[in-house]
């Protein structure tokens, strides 16, 4: 079981949301603030959270859920974005990489 702990205190915003609209779909960039501007490496595997992709609104776990609602491909990049797609089942846990402790999962509608 993927052990991913957080704490919400009520509807605080501490995620960031991004959207891009492109032809009929919308791709979402989602992560956790603390972790824009940062670089990970892994083995083979870097993932850099470009502040120039994923900064967008700072939003509430429920905001979080909407957007995804209407989202055909997402990027989701961080502890408490990870779980909250996760319990509402935009993901599965098997699809989640995680590049230096970083968990990471992308998500596409078809």
């Known amino acids: 079981m993927l052990n991913l702990i957080y704490l919400i205190v009520g509807e605080e915003k501490r995620i960031y949301i991004k959207e891009y609209n492109y032809g009929s779909g919308l791709l979402v960039a989602i992560c956790d603030t603390e972790l824009v501007g940062l670089r990970f490496e892994e083995g083979g595997l870097s993932l850099t959270i470009s502040e120039v992709f994923y900064k967008g609104e700072v939003?509430?776990?429920?905001?979080?859920?909407?957007?995804?609602?209407h989202a055909t491909i997402a990027n989701l990049v961080g502890k408490r974005t990870i779980q909250c797609a996760l319990d509402n089942h935009f993901i599965?846990?098997?699809?989640?990489?995680?590049?230096?402790?970083?968990?990471?999962?992308q998500m596409v509608k078809i």
């Open 59 to 69: 939003a509430t776990e429920s905001e979080v859920v909407q957007s995804l609602k």
């Open 92 to 105: 599965e846990e098997v699809n989640i990489l995680f590049v230096d402790g970083v968990p990471h999962a």
